[in-house]
């Protein structure tokens, strides 16, 4: 699990000790991610299932994409689709990503990178593996984050984001036990590359056999933890984790990550994606790529994607018509709420 690494982790700037009165978080609640496809065709672990979306607002869906080994000709992407009301954020672990969207955005992804998108008001967006990639296969992995926009901001226009790996803020827990990747949000003193519309933290954590991390944590943030690889505890009541499982915290000002002692050999530490934000707090109607807040403006989504309103696919990858209203697929199978 490459993504960002460095040769010595006590070379770098560290996560300051627990102040006195700290109130570290107790685990709520342990699921288990179910396994599926999506796109074309390529392994996913849904890491929100049967996880209420109040306690993981202003978050929406996370998707673990791999981590497989593709023999030739088998790497696959998703075609083009829409999107509205939301952020998706595509951080690549291992392997390479390529994505473009109707406004001119896109680019190609790699260990560590992170591509920011927001779709505000609609876009199109297509996500695959570069020819090579499929020509040759290889190993891919990574993970696709959906963060809900308020209200106000559902209709911003379109950007993108091109975040780059060694753009990442790196940190270290006070004994280098732990190694921090930010790649969103004010965390320790440190602040991510991301700019966010919905106040929020994102970190990819790689903590060491028997280490700790005590992770100070915005207290009106919420707090999930999901085990990307490798074994260990979540909280101060120690729950026990591993990999494709989901640790919703309580209330508190510290995140804490044990690393277990002994790991299986293909996972010498415990990795972690840590996410936490500032609950919106409004109603949620979602279907497939549109998330909003009302069901007619999902109806009304849908009307627009027909109509061509959501943006025209590039003339670089062909013309092709819009997507039927009943064929229309995002990342993720959920159904209107």
């Known amino acids: 699990m490459p993504a960002v690494t460095v040769e010595d982790t006590t070379t770098l700037a560290r996560v300051p000790l627990p102040a006195p009165g700290t109130v570290r978080r107790r685990t ?5 991610a179910p396994s599926g496809f999506e796109g074309e065709g ?6 929100f299932a049967g996880v209420d979306l109040r306690d993981l607002d202003p978050f929406l869906h996370m998707d673990q994409m791999g981590e497989v080994e593709y023999a030739p000709g088998e790497p696959k992407g998703t075609s083009w689709h829409p999107h509205r009301g939301f952020e998706t ?3 690549i672990i291992d392997g390479t990503f390529e994505h473009a969207d109707s406004h001119g955005g896109g680019g190609t992804i790699s260990n560590g990178d992170t591509q920011w998108m927001t779709a505000g008001g609609g876009v199109l967006h297509i996500e695959r593996p570069p ?25 911003v226009e379109p950007r993108y984001q091109d975040l780059r790996a060694d753009e990442s803020v790196l940190l270290a827990s006070p004994d280098a036990g732990a190694f921090l990747r930010v ?14 519309y919905t106040p929020m933290a994102m970190v990819h954590a790689t903590v060491s056999p028997g280490a700790t991390l005590d992770l100070p944590w915005r207290p009106d943030f919420n707090a999930l933890v999901y085990v990307l690889s490798g074994a260990g505890s979540v909280g101060i009541d120690c729950a026990p ?12 000002d510290t995140v804490t990550v044990n690393g277990a002692v002994h790991q299986e050999s293909r996972t010498p530490a415990l990795d972690v994606v840590i996410l936490g934000g500032a609950p919106i707090r409004e109603p949620i109607a979602m279907y497939g790529p549109f998330v909003m807040n009302t069901r007619q403006e999902v109806i009304d989504a849908f009307t627009d994607h027909q109509a061509g309103r959501l943006g025209s696919i590039p ?3 062909g013309r092709r018509a819009p997507v039927p209203h009943g064929d229309v697929r995002g990342e993720t199978g959920q159904h209107p709420q």
Do not use: C, M
Request: no cysteine.
């Open 28 to 32: 709520r609640s342990v699921t288990t």
């Open 42 to 47: 390529f392994p996913v672990r849904r890491a």
């Open 89 to 91: 954020v595509t951080y």
């Open 131 to 155: 020819e090579h990639l499929v020509v040759s296969g290889g190993l891919f992995h990574g993970l696709q984050l959906w963060v809900n926009l308020p209200r106000a901001q559902k209709w």
């Open 183 to 196: 790649i969103a949000g004010d965390v320790a003193g440190q602040t991510g590359p991301g700019s966010t």
């Open 241 to 252: 984790v591993r990999t494709g499982q989901l640790a919703v915290l309580g209330p508190g």
């Open 315 to 317: 003339a670089a990858y």
